[in-house]
């Protein structure tokens, strides 16, 4: 093997990596020493990373063979790898220990130690036998099931009486 093929493709170590752009690049150490900087970092269709930088492996490509012309392919981090997923399942994660596995079994396992938010101008839709909560439910618009609204519950709540007596005190809000 020539020279120039030995450099065609390389494990680097990956520095400054930068994810402002069109697309990310990273510092890479092609050979002992020696960085090419401002390296495009491939990444899949529909998936973003940002690795950590303390241990941050990846294969480089020379382009065509040369050297002005590097792609990493993407990067592994080894300190902060999710491992112990069963064959057929499928993980997403951050050195935080954030992670989603989508299980074997057709289970969503999503852990997080903050909050989980959604947005969207559509609405969330859950079709499930039950919905379980542990913890308090807040809610800042009307709740609705299908016998009426909590608010209408409170207004048929105030309204009553008993016979004799004044409606109820005090009175639902």
Not at 12 to 22: F, P
Not at 84 to 94: R, T
Not at 99 to 107: F, I, P, S
């Amino acid at each position: 093997m020539t020279e120039t093929n030995r450099g065609m493709i390389r494990r680097s170590v990956l520095k400054n990596v930068k994810d402002n752009g069109a697309v990310q690049t990273a510092s890479v150490e092609v050979a002992d020493g020696v960085w090419r900087h401002d390296v495009e970092v491939m990444q899949p269709y529909g998936f973003a990373a940002h690795v950590p930088e303390d241990g941050a492996l990846a294969i480089v490509l020379a382009v065509g063979g040369d050297e002005g012309d590097l792609v990493v392919l993407p990067v592994a981090n080894p300190s902060a790898r999710m491992g112990g997923l069963k064959e057929n399942e499928v993980g997403l994660y951050n050195s935080g220990g954030d992670r989603m596995v989508l299980k074997a079994d057709g289970t969503l396992d999503i852990k997080t130690g903050a909050q989980i938010t959604i947005k969207t101008d559509a609405g969330v839709f859950i079709t499930a036998q039950i919905l379980k909560v542990e913890g308090d439910i807040e809610a800042s618009g009307n709740v609705t099931d299908k016998n009426g609204s909590m608010q209408e519950m409170r207004e048929q709540y105030n309204g009553h009486g008993h016979p004799g007596g004044p409606p109820p005190t005090p009175q639902m809000t």
